[in-house]
């Protein structure tokens, strides 16, 4: 499997950040997903974010749990930790890892089946709490290691690869963490670099738990017409030989637009999602009129994007359980275990 390997030549002309490190420094292992997947947008994102804030790669966390999604802390700073949980659990290891450790970045990318489903739970305590950590949904609105199956995400009305409508109405991570107290809220679109980098950027130095749902089209499940989140290249280009699945190369979709303007997103297969960017009057830190503007721009069928919600001055996870600023692994043996009489102490306010 040479071919999944990067080569590691580089050009001497290549920018350098603050610490010396050019974006390649940043990158991971090639890609496995389908080409033209909006995850794979998400990951060239996650490096230039990298990049221009000079993290230094043996000090970031990357972790996951089960998806498509998943494999993307593969495809980012070869450098740094990474852990790939059972389904769901992400957030659990992710609170363990932070507690341990509060001196590193961590970043959690997970799917909207990982996360609203199986992890719904975890996904709401980790919220609570205020983790300080950057998760990523990757939202694609399907189950795309398992053929396709509608997700929590899923719109209603939106058809399956096969033909099913969906009923159900959607989880909207957005809506739930603001609910649940989240203290950084922002949506974004894969396509659109732009935006989507500095929002990672901020979201990696907001002291708390920073959620960024990152609508992200799935080009095997979701192309087809009917999908309310597809990236459809259809079958006439080409004449199959043999009855075989085929997933052809798509080009990425892009989206720029100004900050205030609404932008119809087309896919290949005329179906399309409409995005509106929040312009200068928008007020991040009213949580109620947030809240209010985004189900308004739902009833209109428009995802708002940006920074949706942002409160700085909130407690975070370590500062409410008063976590040392020393790593456990530093800290000496004698301090970490003070014996049987400090144990019994502390058993003693319980009785």
């Known amino acids: 499997m040479s071919y999944l390997v990067k080569p590691k030549v580089h050009h001497p002309s290549l ?12 990158e991971g292992a090639l890609s496995t997903l389908c080409a033209g ?10 490096v230039e974010a990298c990049w221009e804030l000079a993290l230094e790669p043996q000090n970031v966390v990357k972790l996951s749990g089960i998806g498509c999604s998943s494999k993307t802390t593969a495809y980012f700073v070869s450098g740094g930790h990474g852990f790939n949980a059972v389904h769901g659990r992400m957030p659990s290891i992710a609170t363990g890892a932070s507690a341990a450790n509060r001196t590193l970045t961590y970043i959690g990318v997970s799917g909207d089946g990982d996360t609203l489903s199986i992890g719904l739970g975890q996904f709401c305590h980790a919220i609570r709490r205020n983790l300080d950590m950057l998760y990523v949904i990757e939202n694609n ?13 899923a719109d209603v009305g939106t058809k399956a690869k096969r033909g099913e409508v ?4 959607p989880v909207d991570p957005v809506l739930l963490a603001m609910a649940l107290g989240a203290s950084f809220v ?7 670099k732009d935006q989507l980098v500095p929002l990672l950027e901020a979201g990696m130095r907001h002291k708390g738990f920073s ?20 990236y459809q290249y ?4 080409y ?3 043999v009855n075989v699945d085929f997933i052809p190369l798509e080009r990425e979709i892009t989206a720029q637009y100004a900050p205030g303007e609404a932008l119809p997103v087309v896919m290949h297969d005329g179906s399309r999602i409409v995005l509106r960017k929040l312009d200068a009057s928008y007020d991040p830190t009213d949580r109620t009129a947030a809240a209010a503007a985004i189900q308004e721009r739902m009833k209109a069928g428009e995802y708002l994007t940006g920074l949706l919600y942002v409160e700085p001055s909130q407690r975070d996870f370590h500062d409410i359980n008063q976590t040392p600023d020393e790593p456990l692994n530093l800290m000496p043996y004698e301090k970490l275990s003070p014996g049987a009489g400090a144990l019994e102490k502390i058993l003693s306010r319980y009785r």
Do not use: M, W
């Not at 969906?166 to 109405?169: A, D, F, K, L, R």
């Not at 979701?222 to 597809?230: A, I, R, V």
């Open 141 to 153: 609105g399907v189950y795309g290691l398992t053929k396709g199956q509608f997700s929590a995400s």
């Open 234 to 237: 259809t079958r006439e280009h």
């Open 37 to 46: 997947c909006g995850h794979d947008s998400i990951t060239a994102a996650l």
């Open 166 to 169: 969906n009923y159900q109405p």
């Open 211 to 230: 959620l960024i749902d990152v609508l992200s089209p799935c080009v095997t499940f979701n192309d087809h017409e009917g999908s309310t989140k597809s």
């Open 186 to 192: 922002a949506r974004s679109f894969s396509g659109d």
């Open 15 to 26: 920018p350098k950040n603050a610490l010396g490190f050019t974006r390649r420094d940043y």
């Open 239 to 241: 004449e199959p030989a």
